[in-house]
């Protein structure tokens, strides 16, 4: 079955630890990006890439990482920069001609 | 930038009763339109989407959405509402160019009363 697929579901971390959140699709879809959903806030976009080896930063990118070596994958780190990630993580990707498809999400806590 | 403005953060509806979750956008240009439903620790899932032709949508379970121009609107509407529907759902847009950057509303809670 074709999809987006994050991992891990739930993500622990460290004061002054940088984590990576994994987002792979077999859709192949040009374009990926990273949201990040805090309650009563929605959908906030962290960044995008519409082509391999490029990327934008979207609105909420300080502390934020990302690579895009790979059609199929978008890594996400957070690094020790950001000063509260403690947040519910989603992934997510389209063509020119279609929605957005969503992964299933990771839950990062800060502990 | 586009901006998409739902009201009411929380909606409570009485079990058969009708759905009625608002959505504004502030393009001039009209966008392509969605609507996605979350449950909890979940991601999100298409509804359904407006992008031309026939202004009133229907989507899956029972859902539907109505885009109005003139009132930059997409509402959306289920006329009997299931304890299944209690959710949160988003509004979100998209520029009709070359790239699909999309924007989401803050969400609205649906609570189902039996």
């Known amino acids: 079955d074709g999809g987006i697929t994050q991992s891990p579901k739930y993500l622990f971390r460290k004061e002054g630890q940088n984590v990576t959140l994994s987002c792979e699709q077999n859709l192949n879809h040009d374009a990926m990006y990273w949201y990040r959903q805090d309650p009563g806030q929605g959908l906030r976009l962290i960044y995008y890439s519409q082509i391999v080896n490029d990327f934008q930063k979207g609105d909420i990118a300080e502390g934020y990482s990302v690579s895009r070596e790979k059609k199929e994958s978008f890594p996400l780190t957070v690094t020790s920069a950001q000063k509260n990630p403690t947040a519910f993580y989603l992934c997510a990707s389209s063509t020119r001609q279609t929605e957005a498809f969503f992964g299933q999400g990771t839950r990062l806590t800060v502990v | 930038a586009q901006s998409v403005t739902q009201l009411g953060s929380h909606v409570s509806v009485s079990e058969g009763a009708l759905v009625l979750l608002r959505c504004n956008y502030s393009s001039s240009v009209p966008p392509y339109l969605f609507w996605y439903v979350q449950y909890p620790n979940q991601g999100l899932q298409l509804l359904l989407k407006?992008?031309?032709?026939?202004?009133l949508v229907k989507g899956i379970n029972g859902f539907e959405a109505e885009f109005k121009k003139s009132e930059t609107s997409f509402h959306l509407t289920k006329p009997s509402a299931h304890m299944s529907d209690a959710a949160e759902y988003f509004c979100a847009v998209s520029d009709r160019g070359n790239f699909n950057k999309f924007y989401f509303g803050s969400g609205t809670k649906l609570n189902v009363k039996p």
């Open positions: 407006y992008t031309t032709g026939a202004t």
